[in-house]
């Protein structure tokens, strides 16, 4: 095992980090911008080096400032959480020409799933469905119009490079094609550096489902069970359950051998979640694979009793699996959701602040991973996530009133403050959620209703 970890993160994702290496005795450095200065994990970590300003790009982003942070600590391996430096195949091969390890994938491989359309290709040819669509980003908007026209509309033109939701326009009508095509290019090149798409086809009712796989570098992979992530907004997920309501347990154990036939096929090294999208018929269709920890890996750490963050650890330390396929077993039902310092009323927009109380839910069952705390100042820099609730319970009917209980309890309060506390309640309290038929569609029908 590592003697020292540098989390080249912030937030909550750091702070659990943080914690699974407390537990494997392994030594801590956290890194933070000015923004973060006064942060939960900075308070927490054995050390901590300032990385620079409150823009990402000036300081978690800022992949040289990360290496000598590991330099001067002396740091053994780098967790990168999610988001920021999480994927990027260039960073990950900075930490190998460093000596460092990068906990996560090795860099070709993520540097072949981090694309889209590369991603694409690769579970083609490991027998993984796909949607109709482009397999190879295409060269102009010509040649994408008349792809659109012998798919179908509606479709969704993606970045090859994109992620986190971002980089995705869907279209309905052959009028709006070209002009969606070119602000979607525009839109990649901006976020990404990257301005290649592809058109795929648009399912509007379908179900957003992902496969938890983990990998080490013997040659052994199994995956975790699934998640059901379909109630989002703007393509960002809100709730998060596993086992995905109302599908039949043939359907998710070909999902999850077909996550493993792909992971095994890529040579995939960690842990990895396998995203498909589930239609009405009850067909699965590959979507990407996020080569990192996932925001909602909680779902699956409480139903299956498996430490993913401390697996992660073990893994990129060469540590073999200690399970396989027939250990892992799911009890009861979870239900995560993300309460984040957003507006609902004024389309989820970021409304941070200073937190003048702040008291988490607790009780029997339920599971909070935060980095907030009375007095925590929320910077305006960052993704608005601020606390994930876990509720776990025997049954699905009793995971969602258990959930309830813990947000009713859950204490926000600051100046401008708002939090999606109150909208998440109103998602629980739909029938349609509560019978499991819901879809992607759900938050738009919630705000546009």
């Known amino acids: ?18 914690r699974a290496c407390r537990e494997l005795g392994v030594r801590t450095v956290a890194v933070y911008s000015t923004a973060d200065e006064d942060s939960a994990v900075v308070r927490m970590a054995d050390e901590a080096v300032r990385i620079g300003p409150a823009p990402s790009r000036q300081s978690y982003l800022n992949a040289a400032a990360v290496i000598e942070a590991a330099r001067i600590t002396g740091a053994d391996a780098i967790h990168p959480g999610y988001g920021f430096l999480s994927e990027d195949s260039d960073f990950a091969e900075v930490c190998a020409a460093e000596g460092v390890t990068f906990i996560g994938p090795p860099a070709e491989v993520m540097a072949r799933l981090g694309d889209k359309t590369s991603a694409r290709a690769a579970m083609t040819e490991a027998g993984l469905p796909l949607l109709a669509g482009s397999v190879e980003p295409l060269a102009d908007a010509e040649s994408a119009r008349r792809l659109a026209e012998e ?19 869907i279209v309905d009508i052959p009028a709006d094609f070209a002009r969606t095509y070119q602000q979607t290019k525009a839109t990649a090149l901006q976020l990404f550096g990257d301005g290649r798409v592809y058109v795929e086809r648009y399912l509007p009712s379908a179900r957003h489902v992902e496969i938890q796989v983990l990998c080490d570098t013997h040659g052994n992979a199994i995956h975790l069970g699934e998640r059901d992530c379909s109630v989002q907004r703007r393509h960002q997920k809100l709730v998060e359950e596993t086992p ?26 960690g842990a990895g979640t396998f995203e498909f999208l589930v239609d009405t018929e009850n067909d699965f269709y590959f979507m990407e694979v996020n080569c990192r920890i996932q925001v909602e890996h909680p779902v699956t750490e409480v139903v299956t009793g498996v430490d993913l963050i401390a697996e992660q650890l073990r893994v990129a330390a ?6 396989r396929q027939e250990d892992v077993v799911l009890r009861g039902a979870a239900i ?46 960052y993704d608005s996530l601020l606390a994930k609730v876990i509720a776990w319970a025997p049954d699905r009917e009793q995971a969602i009133a258990r959930m309830r209980r813990a947000l009713a309890e859950f ?39």
């Open 318 to 323: 060469g540590e073999p699996l200690r399970l």
């Open 244 to 269: 995905a309501p109302g599908l039949p347990a043939e359907l998710t154990e070909r999902m999850g051998a077909a996550a493993v036939r792909g992971a095994l096929a890529s040579g995939y090294v």
């Open 336 to 381: 995560e959701c993300r309460v984040n310092v957003e507006d609902p009323r004024r389309n989820f927009a970021p409304a941070p602040g200073t937190l003048t109380e702040f008291t988490p839910p607790g009780g029997p069952f339920v599971r909070v991973d935060t980095h907030g705390f009375t007095g925590y100042k929320v910077p305006a820099s």
């Open 411 to 449: 204490r926000i309060e600051g100046p401008g403050v708002h939090t999606t506390r109150e909208f998440l309640d109103q998602v629980l309290a739909d029938q349609e959620f509560a019978d499991g038929k819901h879809d992607t569609s759900l938050v738009a029908r919630l705000t546009e209703g």
């Open 1 to 18: 095992m590592f003697e020292k970890i540098l989390i080249a993160n912030r937030g909550e994702i750091a702070v659990r980090v943080l």
């Open 151 to 169: 798919i179908g509309y509606p479709v969704i033109i993606k970045a090859a490079a994109g992620g986190g939701g971002r980089g995705m326009s």
